[in-house]
């Protein structure tokens, strides 16, 4: 059965003319999901009854929230249920006037980045595009309005299940729907050059981010194991020529464990990586893991130092703060906490 919210304008019209119903009912329905986030029929009250149930039998929501988690911050994470039972989360993260809504593309992730929770099972399977899609409308009608901004990192590899990605950003981005400015949009990978090239191929206009976490292929290697080895210059050039193409923000995102990628040496490879190609690094002190324990993030006057050696490099640099920890709000770690538990 089709999920209602992966219908868009011109496919709802179709079902809308086989049921023998007037066309403005599609109007009407498209922006109730699509605008509004009212995912269940039965709350669409402007729809006749036998249209509401007609839907309700029809079509399926293909997500559920199941629990709702704040954190001291004001970090939210929410958990979904997709109906084979398996479980993923969104994070939604306030920042002054933003509202940042992180999402996920795959139940578990193939790349299993040391730190991170979300692929310690590997890869289980590649969300729908009404998966990746829903997320983003149960948070703007829980929530009573739109999420300022959508980064595409929480759990799975965004670029291995592009064609999916690529339908929910046209729905987000629908003039009758969201109607996100693609520049709202930031799609994050830590996986192959020709993958990148793609994304900018498409010209959707969304900013990139690179999770690299290491500046070379040895280290990359131990952190980021199921990312292609002795790849990490290509992938730094495929953020450059995506820059290019595209004309969008470039970011590195580097996860700073003590001990391991915190290192001088470290810094100037990063620095010498990134000089005169506009990409931005955004370096990240690593919020804990249960799996690792042996992971640490640095002092804050080690990340300090190596933002500094970064900016001496001429290299632009944030250092971010930690958020929602007390949530375990980094990516896949709800999820996991919750299937251990069971
Ligand atoms: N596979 C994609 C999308 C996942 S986003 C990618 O790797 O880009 C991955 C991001 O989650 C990392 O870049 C990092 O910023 C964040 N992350 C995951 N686990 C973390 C942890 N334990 N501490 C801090 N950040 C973490």
Request: proline fraction near 5%; charged fraction near 25%.
């Amino acid at each position: 059965m089709t999920a209602l919210a992966a219908l868009d304008l011109a496919a709802l019209e179709a079902l809308f003319t086989e049921w023998g119903e007037p066309r403005y009912r599609a109007a009407q329905v498209f922006d109730a999901v699509q605008a509004k986030g009212v995912l269940d029929p039965a709350a669409m009250t402007t729809l006749p009854a036998a249209l509401r149930e007609r839907l309700a039998r029809e079509t399926t929501i293909a997500t559920r929230v199941v629990e709702a988690q704040a954190s001291e911050d004001g970090t939210t994470k929410y958990l979904f249920e997709l109906e084979d039972g398996k479980r993923v989360e969104a994070v939604l993260i306030p920042e002054g006037s933003r509202k940042t809504l992180c999402v996920s593309t795959q139940v578990g992730c193939p790349i299993r980045c040391v730190f991170c929770a979300s692929g310690i099972a590997g890869l289980i399977r590649n969300l729908t595009v009404a998966e990746i899609h829903e997320q983003v409308l149960h948070v703007r009608h829980l929530l009573g309005e739109r999420p300022s901004n959508i980064v595409v990192m929480g759990m799975g590899e965004p670029l291995l299940n592009l064609p999916n990605l690529v339908e929910a950003i046209k729905l987000w981005t629908h003039e009758n729907g969201l109607h996100f400015s693609p520049r709202r949009i930031t799609v994050s990978t830590a996986g192959t050059p020709s993958k990148v090239d793609r994304l900018a191929k498409l010209d959707l206009g969304v900013h990139l981010a690179i999770s690299l976490h290491a500046a070379d292929d040895e280290v990359r290697g131990k952190l980021v194991p199921g990312s292609p080895a002795g790849r990490t210059q290509d992938l730094i050039d495929a953020g450059a020529r995506f820059a290019r193409k595209t004309g969008r923000d470039v970011t590195v995102e580097y996860v700073l464990i003590a001990g391991e990628n915190d290192t001088p040496d470290q810094a100037e490879k990063l620095g010498a990586l990134v000089a005169g190609r506009h990409i931005h690094v955004n370096l990240i002190p690593l919020n804990p893991v249960t799996h690792r324990p042996d992971l640490h993030a640095p002092s804050g006057i080690a990340a300090k130092a190596f933002a500094q050696r970064l900016r001496d490099q001429g290299t632009s640099v944030t250092l971010r703060t930690q958020r929602g920890d007390d949530i375990a709000a980094a990516c896949g770690q709800l999820a996991l906490e919750r299937s251990l538990a069971e």
